[in-house]
T-cell receptor, first 114, second 115 residues
Framework: GQQLNQSPQSMFIQEGEDVSMNCTSS?????WLWYKQDPGEGPVLLIA?????ELTSNGRLTAQFGITRKDSFLNISASIPSDVGIYFC??????????????FGDGTTLTVKP | DAGVIQSPRHEVTEMGQEVTLRCKPI?????LFWYRQTMMRGLELLIY????????DSGMPEDRFSAKMPNASFSTLKIQPSEPRDSAVYFC?????????????FGPGTRLTVL
């Protein structure tokens, strides 16, 4: 089945620093999604990307859908303590036998030191 | 909207006991997913339903695990008998397709500890 390789596995940064994480796949996706999981809660959608090459921003977050449709990255600028959590990438392939599900990466655990 | 509701939030049981986890999806969503999250294995999809019908249960670990969705507003995940290695956080999520994306809304999770 499809697998996503998400890196880095964890990051320890100082408040105010920028963060970059990425996901790669051996196969293409129609949609890339980035979720954030706060401690003790379920993941919540941050950004969705629909077209190859698309660059989308949401506040301090910027995400891109790779031209090859096999990768995506997420940047967080000027990190703050509440950015702490686990960030998951996920890919969707609409016209497939398993069209309803998302394939999730293993997550990037972010720690921000004040 | 109340969001996805899961119960119980925490469950502690002894090895060999039956465990039933419950989920109420968001009204109007036609997909329901059960995930398991551990430090070692990350977020694993166990099974998902579309319109109350199981579509893919290839992630269910073994016959001790079973899931049902008797109607659009309720699903259960049952483990019988439970084992210590089943200890994890179990998430339920629901979703529906917009034109081009199927955003999953996750519940708060059930933290299961099997002693």
């Amino acid at each position: 089945g499809q697998q996503l390789n998400q890196s880095p596995q964890s990051m320890f940064i100082q408040e105010g620093e920028d963060v970059s994480m990425n996901c790669t796949s051996s196969s293409i996706f129609n949609t890339w999604l980035w979720y954030k999981q706060d401690p003790g809660e379920g993941p919540v959608l941050l950004i969705a990307l629909y077209k190859a090459g698309e660059l989308t921003s949401n506040g301090r977050l910027t995400a891109q859908f790779g031209i090859t449709r096999k990768d995506s990255f997420l940047n967080i600028s000027a990190s703050i303590p509440s950015d702490v959590g686990i960030y998951f990438c996920a890919g969707q392939l609409k016209h497939s036998t398993n069209a309803g599900k998302s394939t999730f990466g293993d997550g990037t655990t972010l720690t921000v030191k004040p | 909207d109340a969001g996805v509701i899961q119960s119980p939030r925490h469950e502690v049981t002894e090895m060999g006991q039956e465990v039933t986890l419950r989920c109420k999806p968001i009204s109007g969503h036609d997909y329901l997913f059960w995930y398991r999250q551990t430090m070692m294995r990350g977020l694993e999809l166990l099974i998902y339903f579309n319109n109350n019908v199981p579509i893919d249960d290839s992630g269910m670990p073994e016959d001790r695990f079973s899931a049902k969705m008797p109607n659009a507003s309720f699903s259960t995940l049952k483990i019988q008998p439970s084992e210590p290695r089943d200890s994890a956080v179990y998430f339920c999520a629901s979703s529906f397709w917009t034109l081009i994306v199927n955003e999953q809304f996750f519940g708060p999770g059930t933290r299961l500890t099997v002693l």
